[in-house]
């Protein structure tokens, strides 16, 4: 006959090492998350992508954007002027200026400045991690205070798309803000942390919902975009 002592030991081992394996699984998402993996020249050269803001055969420079104990590269590129019509591109979750560069063409003949940042949390940017869209519309409304007193267009993919739809809202901009073009928006966060979890094979039933509201205890909050 069984030894019951030794039957509950055994569940209650794997149920100690289930749990384990759970929270490993759920820390290592909600990491993955506000610290992403940085794509940063290497990946572009990788890639084929452009690696020089002179790419595009115009006048380009680099300066750091600080914000909220972030240090964030930014690409100027074209009319030095800050009163010239001035487009912000904002790259995706994970990606970076570079990939912002890379997809610069279609968008040249609408404005004559351009300014690509790393978000705060990707790229070469330093200091704190990405709040994934809770308060990047802030950081978008501090670089175009800084850095333009003329008219604005928002242009994002992805994260950066909802960034963008929610910075041309806010009062300090809205004004200057001629149009936003979002590419890849999502309404709520849930959507593409879903979709990642899809892609990676892992549990959405049982993964979404914990990490979310980690994240939230994170400051990380979701914002819809209707």
Known sequence: MPDPTAILGGAAFLGASGALVYAGALAGVVRNSVRPERKTVGWALGRGFPSEPTAWG??????????????????????????????????????????????????LPYARRFLLPDLPGHGDAHGRS????????????????????????????????????????????APRVTGVLALAPY???????????DLHAMPRT???GPTMRVLSLLGVHERSTR
């Not at 590129?77 to 979750?93: N, Y």
């Not at 994934?132 to 501090?142: H, R």
């Not at 309404?187 to 979890?197: D, H, N, Q, S, W």
Request: negative net charge.
């Open 58 to 107: 115009l006048p380009a420079r680099e300066w750091i954007h600080e914000f909220n104990g972030a240090q964030c590269p930014v690409f100027e590129i074209g009319d030095e002027d800050p009163a010239a019509p001035t487009a912000i591109v904002l790259h995706g979750f994970g990606r970076s200026r570079y990939d912002a560069l890379s997809r610069l063409g279609p968008i």
């Open 130 to 173: 990405t709040r994934l869209g809770t308060d990047e519309d802030q950081f978008v409304a501090s670089l175009a205070a800084a850095q333009s007193t003329g008219p604005l267009l928002l242009v994002g993919h992805s994260l950066g798309a909802t960034v963008a739809v929610h910075g041309a809202t806010l009062n300090i901009i």
């Open 187 to 197: 309404e709520r966060l849930a959507t593409p942390m879903g979709a990642r979890l």
């Open 206 to 208: 049982a993964l979404l």
